[in-house]
Each structure stands twice: as C-alpha cells, then as structure tokens.
C-alpha cells in the first residue's frame, strides 16, 4: 500500500512549480510590447457551473491590465489535460502567437497530478507563452 507523500514533500513539490510557473511567465512576457493577451481557461464537471471560476481567472486579468481575448472551459471534469478540446484550442492560438499566455483559476483546471501539471507548464514553455492562476499552486 503507497502512503500518502508527507505534507512538507508535497509543499516543495508546490513551491517548487509554482516557481517554475512565474519564471516562464516572466520570460513569456519580458519581449511583450504593448498589448498582453491572454485566454481565461477553467476546467469544470459536468454540472458544474464555471462562471465563477472564470470570475477569478478575469479578475487576475483586471488587476494586471492583461487583454483577455478568449473566455472558455471544457466540462470534461478531471482528465487528462491532452484530452481536453478547449484547452487544446488555447495551446494552438499560443502557438500561433494569438495569445501569450492562459490564466486559469488555479492549478486544479490544469492538473492536481504534479506530472501532469509540470509537462503542460512544458508544453506552454515551448509554444512561448505563459500560465498565470489567480491562485498559487498550494491553493486548489
């Protein structure tokens, strides 16, 4: 039977993406003139409502004067984040330079799974673009 990581380990698993996270964002936006655009993403259940995440997500926006040009979730619930088709549309518009970065409202519309979430923190890396949470990684 596997114990459950011991709550300082899964503090610096967190600290540690998390600083991860704002390092790529920093360098995302370090040769952005003018104009940052970003798309809010969330991730809800099927019954879920994701209007107040996506509140979170616009407020973050707000306070940093960031242009949100696209406002979407996927209602798949907790998959993988490969399988999500919103999200998927978000990766391409990065990739396409339509967008710098996505802000979610916390790592939980990305992944809970610390692997999962550190290849999609690559993933983004790689297209250029940055990942902004309206809350840190330690609050879901």
Not at 11 to 31: I, K, P
Not at 72 to 94: E, I, K
Request: proline share 5%; aromatic share 4%; no cysteine.
């Amino acid at each position: 039977m596997n114990a459950a990581p011991a709550p300082s380990r899964l503090y610096a698993a967190e600290s540690r993406l998390g600083v991860l996270r704002r390092a790529q964002l920093e360098t995302a936006l370090r040769g952005v003139a003018g104009e940052k655009r970003f798309a809010l993403y969330v991730l809800a259940g099927a019954r879920q409502d994701p209007a107040p995440r996506l509140a979170a997500a616009q407020a973050l926006a707000t306070r940093q004067g960031w242009t949100v040009t696209v406002r979407t979730f996927d209602l798949t619930g907790p998959t993988d984040p490969a399988t999500r088709p919103q999200l998927a549309r978000l990766l391409a518009a990065a990739r396409r330079h339509e967008i710098h970065g996505i802000i979610a409202a916390s790592r939980v519309d990305i992944s809970d799974d610390d692997r999962e979430y550190e290849a999609m923190l690559g993933q983004i890396r790689t297209l250029g673009a940055g990942l902004a949470l309206a809350r840190e990684e330690n609050v879901l």
